[in-house]
């Protein structure tokens, strides 16, 4: 087994640094293990941090991204629950059907790929449908790389008293997320999109009118593993009782995400977002040269999602990034697979470097 040394500039994962891929090396501790439990505590207390949140209950979920979402619908919903899911690509896509398992009637709210969401029309679906408990939206929708702004939705939510959920897996490290001040419930996002970690742990922070839904539960959640009312007891120590056994920790990942995330607040989050900001522009003003268009009007930093040119072999120039430059970029998916190409630079992989180099390897492959 020799993995290659590939630059990932695809949809996820995202470049490692080295740091944190040795910090996967260290002793493994026993998951009660009072020094574990104080990495763990650090890991919850960075993790509000870059959530911008006070939030007590806010940790990460064992699993990726999808486990987070799961976690946060099984146990908001209750089955019959009515909920809103705004749909412009895949994730959201993906919500309705998780959603949909926990015994949710879904009204979904649908925009054309690659366009966002405004309040207004938010606010129409939960006049249509009154008896809404929570409405689901994806922040950074890594499908069609659009960027939908959260400000001002928790305020026609709320009226509502239903629950606002956010899925922040590429936004989260690469983009500002702020759950308090954008009155966000409930967000889960992922280890390796803008936090540049390997994938492993689901980030998820519940605010406190979601712990009241979940308090106020008739029936027990669905999921067993993913039970945060049974979670909380050993994250938080919350629950009376102290730190319960309930599942082992991955351990060597949680050591993972303390470096990623040491690394993420020693550069800061807005210096962080910066980057990111600067080397989407620097990526767009290249790629405009080449004579290539975005498929998104209003553009993610951390995911680029532009339409193949005509003549060009979608999956041919693909494979020649990868074999000829190690550079690996995604396809596109559902109704735009071999329609656009999506490049990721997150976390680690937002440098000046890979975004010349991409260019640079594009201009040489598709002859311009
Ligand atoms: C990647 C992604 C997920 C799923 O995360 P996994 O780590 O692949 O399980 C969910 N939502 C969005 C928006 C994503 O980009």
Redesign the pocket.
């Known amino acids: 087994m020799h993995p290659a040394e590939r630059i990932l500039l695809g949809?996820?994962p995202s470049p490692v640094p080295q740091r944190v891929l040795r910090a996967l090396g260290a002793p493994t501790l026993g998951h009660l293990d009072p020094q574990y439990l104080a990495i763990m505590d650090q890991v919850c207390d960075m993790l509000r941090q870059v959530f911008r949140t006070g939030n007590p209950l806010t940790f990460p979920v064992s699993g990726?991204?999808?486990a987070g979402?799961e976690c946060i619908a099984v146990n908001l919903i209750e089955p019959g629950d009515e909920v809103i899911v705004c749909i412009n690509g895949v994730?959201g896509m993906r919500m309705k059907d998780v959603m949909e398992r926990c015994g949710a009637t879904v009204h979904a709210l649908e925009a054309t790929w690659g366009d966002v969401f405004a309040p207004a029309q938010i606010a129409a679906a939960l006049a249509a449908h009154p008896r809404t408990k929570l409405v689901g939206i994806?922040h950074?929708?890594?499908s069609t790389g659009a960027h939908q702004p959260l400000e001002g939705l928790a305020e026609i939510v709320r009226a509502h008293e239903a629950l606002l959920v956010v899925?922040a897996?590429?936004s989260l490290g690469g983009h500002d997320v702020r759950v308090d001040d954008w009155g966000i419930d409930a967000i889960y996002s992922?280890t390796?999109?803008c936090l540049s970690c390997p994938?492993g742990l689901a980030p998820v922070s519940f605010g406190p009118r979601a712990l009241a839904r979940l308090d106020a539960r008739k029936s027990k959640v669905q999921s067993w593993y993913l039970d945060v009312s049974m979670l909380r007891k050993y994250y938080t120590g919350g629950g009376g009782g102290g730190r319960v056994y309930h599942h082992t920790a991955p351990i060597n990942m949680t050591y993972a995400l303390h470096e990623a995330l040491t690394i993420v607040l020693e550069e800061g989050l807005e210096a962080r977002h910066a980057r990111h900001a600067a080397m989407h522009q620097r990526l767009r003003t290249g790629l405009e040269k080449l004579g290539l268009g975005y498929v998104p009007k209003r553009s993610l930093h951390s995911l680029n999602c532009i339409q193949v040119p005509s003549g060009a072999d979608d999956a041919a120039v693909r494979r020649r990034l990868l074999e000829d430059y190690g550079i690996e970029i995604g396809a596109g998916l559902g109704p735009m697979a071999g329609k656009a190409w999506r490049i990721g630079l997150m976390g680690h992989g937002a440098t000046v470097r890979n975004v010349d180099l991409v260019l640079a390897a594009l201009r040489e492959i598709l002859g311009r």
Request: no cysteine.
């Open positions: 949809p996820g990726t991204g999808m979402m994730f994806v950074a929708e890594t899925d897996v590429t992922g390796q999109k994938p």
